[in-house]
């Protein structure tokens, strides 16, 4: 696989061919209307000529003498018996026409404008290294302006054009003359090199009579293959088919013209013909009806080809289908590493890697091609020196094959451990979503990945599916190592954190294993540490157990024995109540002695206080442990500290248990009649509002500013019902206590919020579809059975039971109502948020950062002299900083100078 | 030893500065440390160390040459759009409006349309205004546009009579601050009519003669003299005073910063809209881009997703570098793109291509798309590197 490139293209010029040059190009003059005759031989001279180029194997090229894989094809031509337009250039024809003289085709400026634009012309030329097109409209508009010509004084009659092709001119005398592609041609024909740039022609490349045809090149047969289909019927391309009615048409008005027909005949089939080369190349002009197949479908001509989403230039120029790729469901593996991904058997003995024999590892690749393409470190095919490949499925004796293996030969072998592979997953919103994993080869037919990698790529497993690509070059390689591996993204670039860290259950884990209730045996403290790989290293034990004796160790110190030892930081963690904490109030926070263990300090690598939980140990979280580990320590230590940390948590909380149910949410019925007096007190609020609202009583309700009435109402009713809920739930939550499973995910961080909380345990609440109550459905009533304008709590979708109790049914309708509204907001949302970032990316991809460390873009200009004004690289900064201040600080407070005087 | 002393304020400043001064280490960064360090009691050591540190950060967090820094703003600011919410939400900031925001508001910037959905003013008042609600009021009724219609409880057309009468509303014309004298004075002044001021009845008449002005035309003039504004400016539909700290300050629903900053009272210093329009043409394009820098982060932060500055501002720049104002997308940025192949494969495929046959331009391909397309190396990150090996010397060596 290892060429290198020695032709590079530095140009690619754009111009029109003439139809001198469309002769020369071509390989066949073609006239014949068919395409294949009884046999299924190509007709000489007709669409199939062979000398278009080859598309059954084994044929060779009638041209250039290659068979299907070499010969690119060549163009033929049809000699058009009257000039078509061209529709691309329809309009700017027209403009072509109104700017110059009928009679002298000289363009209708005076001389002294004529010098005066060039110059202009000229000068923008010069500066911006393109055309001016603001000019050349303004050089059109004073054309359209001139009477007469100002060289031969012809009057200038106005020319119109009838969509899409037929131009007419206003002649004083017969009044509207049609102007057919004969005339039009002739005009254009006249006009002087010297002339062209003020139309907005490049002289040096382009005659504007070349836009009306009078020879149509026709694109070789690979360009448009016919199908045999199953049945053996064949089964033409569309542009074959398009092609086939401009010949026949073609030669009907070349037989017509030849036998003297009427003129009426002869422009009919003019027109016919125009239709036909219109819609070859473009089958969506407004104003003609576009050309169909028998079946009804509009043919999919030039213009389609190439043209949005599914067309040439997005989906096959700038993206492409790729071979060495792999595609399957993905699924958790917790005891997987970041760095890796679980591949399945049966895709890594299909994917291969290619390896050159050398002296030195002729053993293990003939023991891979022993193992052949079946068992699974084995190879699939093998290059010899000559190129030619052999595929090992189809080789009887596989020894002897084994005992030609010279050193030189390719092998492509099978995926194994330890291949780098890149792994990706659509929608690919950011660099993070293609990442490297190293190979591990697993039973099974998923992928498998860690927990910890789902949130760069937004990933669950309730279905997905991942693409995994495998790099074919010791260069691809190499940069997927050093750049693409998941170690190096640990790290985002677009708010300067980690993007990967803790999720859930592990979060959950860190709060229980790190909270200053949690005591272990030494038997569990082992377990603990042996399962994040930490062999020889016991923290001391802080207690011992009053009933037993046995020593007892703090969720603390075994925690950091996973941290790097010389690690201080300072932070807060969930747990902290910021400016609602009594102490802070009091005076300043108490910092280690936070009876909520919200402040977390790290000392010389060890844990001294503060609990962990989302915002120190999650991901997406700037400041969190792991952002400290990477940028001081680098990728390898966070990746380390990151996958030991899960290894352990893991196995805590398989031991401890930890799992939520129904009855995780029952209340007893004290609590349940609280919560019930509370929603009855906010429906007796709100009939009391609803009330007032009738009777208009601004005592009770007064109108707020710059709302109705009615919306004032809303509002306030919305905000009784959301206090209600609100507090119902609080009074559930504090029965439940922290030490519910639920309450210490939300409380944590590791999933859900209160909200979801309150909804499950004490009342699910508004429903509300556009920020409103539910206000749909019948007249003045959202269903049936209610009475109208009945705007009671009630009838407006609150459902006052929770999830646990379960809804009524009414309440579930309008649950349902309220649930479809966030469906269609993330369809809506992904779509346009789709769009948005495809324009931006248009708009930015050719902006780097030079080595002067200016930004430019792909012409050059400077868009930032300094990039980011500090020069300062997001994903390597501290959230935005070039450095974080308390980090620094609280590193340099615990140097201790006399352990490392020789460090300078 | 020495070196375990505590460090002197002026070590402190002197490491600091050099590191500002000599290695480019930004000068807040420094400035902030050096208090830091004077709390703290250091010794010359642990200075040293904290230096050394510093300066070892400050290399490792700075740009590589090549990066392509353009994708990843693109990505930064595209890939939360997909969290974001798509409504308007009331109550946001300002609580009485409506104001556009999340994805839509977002799009609005970086398309740059020139109507944005809700277009609103902040209007920071001159300490003498600021400081009371009254003094405060007496700006506001300057900018509140009013028209006619709001001070009257009634425009009717008596035609016994032949003239229009405007029955003023009380508490309207209190609520307003409105002068009566003047408000007929502007009357009179449209279509150079007799107006009249009746203030027993609290009416205003305004004299027509039905020989000279056919029904349906009286009708219209009714429906003029409705709309006519006495008093505030143009298209400012509602102020509304708030109180930020101590300092009063005011919030329009509907722009017109030029007028305003002309009003005596108004800071014009932080005053701002956040039509981006309207900015370059009253303040200029530096203006603009700081509109654009700060309305994206307002987006952004309203929804709390993190969002470096940098991405920002590298969009914004982007967008004002060529003195106007460009929308990202075919009418902006990506239709000024210098490459065929970059256009044609954005929108507008054919245009393109038959556009660039008559000028007869070539695609030097220097862009990515490009290089994409003709598969090549992009001149981008490690592609943007050449590798030149002597062959030669190597042999020569040997």
Known sequence: ?904 | MMATEPATEQYIKQALTYLHEREGVPKELCMNLIDRCNKEKFSKDQVDYLVLNLLKSYEYSKIVPSEAVGVIAAQSIGEPGTQMTLRTFHYAGVREFSVTQGLPRLIELVDARRNPKTPIMHVYLEPEYSDTEDNARQVHKKIEETRVEKIASEVDIDLSEEVIVIRLDPEMIEDKGIDIDETVEKLKKLKKLKVRYEPSEMEIIVETSLDEIPIQKLQKLREKIKKKIIQGIKDINRAIIHKDGDEFSISTEGTNLEKVMLLKGVDKNRTYSNDLHETVEVLGIEAARNLLIREAIKVLEDQSLDVDIRHLMLTADVMTRMGEINQIGRHGISGAKESVLARAAFEVTMRQLIDASIIGESDELKGIPENVIVGQLCPVGTGDINLYYDWMRHVESR
């Open chain 1, 1 to 904: 696989m290892s060429s290198y490139i020695s032709k590079y293209i530095s140009k690619i010029d754009f111009s029109l061919l003439s139809p001198g040059e469309i002769r020369k190009l071509s390989a066949a003059r073609i006239i014949t209307a068919d395409t294949y005759d009884e046999d299924g031989l190509p007709i000489p001279s007709g669409l199939m000529d062979p000398r278009l180029g080859t598309i059954e194997p084994g044929r060779r090229c009638a041209t250039c003498g290659n068979r299907l894989g070499d010969c690119t094809g060549h163009f033929g031509h049809i000699e058009l018996a009257r000039p078509v337009v061209n529709v691309g250039y329809a309009k700017r024809m027209l403009k072509w026409l109104r700017s110059i003289c009928r009679e002298c085709s000289r363009i209708l400026l005076t001389d002294e404008q004529q010098v005066y634009y060039r110059k202009k012309f000229e000068r923008h030329m010069e500066v911006f290294q393109e055309v001016d097109e603001d000019l050349i409209k303004e050089i059109y508009k004073i054309c359209r302006k001139a009477k007469t010509c100002p060289h031969c004084s012809t009057e200038r009659y106005s020319v119109k054009i009838e969509k899409p092709t037929s131009y007419y001119e206003e002649t004083p005398e017969k009044g509207t003359k049609p102007m057919n592609p004969k005339d039009v041609r002739r005009r254009l024909e006249k006009i002087i090199p010297e002339d062209l740039w003020f139309i907005g022609i490049n002289p040096e490349k382009t005659r504007p009579e070349w836009t009306i045809l009078t020879v149509l090149p026709i694109p070789p047969v690979c360009v448009r293959p016919s199908i045999t289909l199953e049945s053996g019927i064949r089964s033409e391309d569309d542009l074959t088919h398009k092609l086939v009615d401009v010949i026949r048409i073609n030669q009907r008005l070349r037989e017509n013209i030849d036998a003297g027909s009427p003129q009426l005949i002869v422009e009919d089939l003019w027109e016919l013909l125009q239709y036909h080369v219109t819609t070859y190349f473009n089958n969506e002009v407004s104003g003609i009806p576009p050309a169909r197949h028998r079946s009804g479908r509009s043919l999919r001509t030039l213009t389609q080809r190439l043209k949005g989403k599914e067309g040439r230039f997005r989906s096959n120029l700038s993206g492409k289908r790729v071979d060495f790729s792999a595609r399957t469901v993905i699924s958790p593996d917790p005891h997987l590493s970041i760095n890796e991904v679980g591949v399945p058997k049966a895709i890594a003995k299909e994917l291969t890697v290619p390896i050159k024999v050398t002296e030195w590892n002729m053993e293990e690749m003939k023991q891979l091609v022993l193992n052949g393409p079946n068992v699974h470190p084995g190879a699939n095919y093998i290059i010899r020196n000559d190129k030619r490949r052999i595929d090992l499925r189809f080789v009887q004796k596989r020894e002897n094959v084994c005992e030609t293996l010279k050193p030189g030969f390719q092998i492509e072998r099978h995926l194994k451990n330890g291949d780098l592979v890149l792994f990706n997953r659509q929608p690919s919103l950011h660099r993070m979503s293609i990442m490297a994993h190293e190979v591990k080869v697993m039973e099974n037919k998923t992928f498998r990945l860690s927990l910890c990698v789902c949130p760069p790529y937004n990933a669950d497993f309730d279905g997905d599916e991942m693409n995994l690509h495998v790099p074919q070059s010791e260069e691809a390689r190499a940069e997927a190592k050093i750049l693409l591996r998941v170690q190096e993204h640990i790290l985002s670039p677009r708010f300067g954190g980690p993007v990967i860290g803790g999720i859930q259950d592990f979060i959950s884990a860190a709060y229980i294993l790190t909270r200053k209730e949690s005591f272990f045996t030494k038997g569990q403290a082992q377990l603990l540490l042996f399962s994040a790989g930490i062999r020889h290293k016991m923290p001391e034990p802080s207690t011992t157990d009053p009933d037993t004796g046995e020593d007892l160790y703090t969720g603390k110190s075994i925690f950091s024995q996973l941290l790097p030892d010389t690690l201080n930081m300072e932070t807060t963690s969930k747990y902290c109540r910021k400016d609602a904490c009594e102490y802070k109030q009091e005076g300043g926070c108490i910092k280690e002695d936070c009876p909520y263990e919200g402040y977390v300090k790290i000392i010389n690598g060890s844990l001294i206080s503060g609990v962990l939980d989302k915002k120190t140990f999650g991901a997406m979280q700037s400041k969190s442990i792991l952002h400290r580990i990477t940028k001081d320590y680098g990728n390898v230590a966070g990746r380390i500290f990151l996958d030991s940390a899960v290894q352990m948590l893991l196995v805590l909380i398989i031991e401890m248990g930890f799992t939520m149910a129904m009855d995780d949410f029952s209340v007893n019925r004290n609590t349940q009649n609280t919560i019930q007096e509370i929603l009855q007190e906010a429906a007796k609020q709100v009939d009391k509002y609803i009330d007032a609202y009738i009777r208009r009583d601004e005592s009770i309700l007064p109108s707020s500013p710059g709302h109705t009435y009615e919306e004032t109402l809303e509002n306030k009713v919305q905000d009784v019902l959301q206090k209600a809920r609100t507090e119902a739930g609080e009074i559930a939550t504090n029965h439940l206590g922290i030490d519910n499973h639920a309450v210490i995910m939300t409380k944590t961080g590791a999933r859900g919020n209160t909200v979801n909380l309150s909804q499950m345990a004490a009342c699910v609440g508004q429903q509300s579809i556009r920020n409103q109550r539910i206000n749909r459905g019948y007249r003045d009533r959202t269903l049936p059975h209610y009475k109208e304008n009945d705007l009671s709590a009630e009838a407006r979708g609150f459902v006052e039971n929770s999830y646990q109790r379960g809804l009524t049914p009414t309440e579930f309708f309008f649950h349902a109502m309220g649930g479809r509204e966030g469906l269609v907001d993330t369809a809506v949302r992904t779509s346009t948020s789709g769009y948005m970032q495809r324009r931006l990316i248009n708009a930015l991809q050719d902006i780097k950062c030079e080595h002067d460390f200016t930004v430019r873009n792909a012409a050059g200009h400077v868009i930032q002299f300094k990039y980011g004004d500090d020069l300062i690289d997001p994903a390597r900064s501290d959230h935005g900083q070039a450095i974080d201040i308390n980090a620094l600080i609280a590193k340099t407070r615990a140097y201790k100078p006399e352990a490392s005087t020789s460090e300078k």
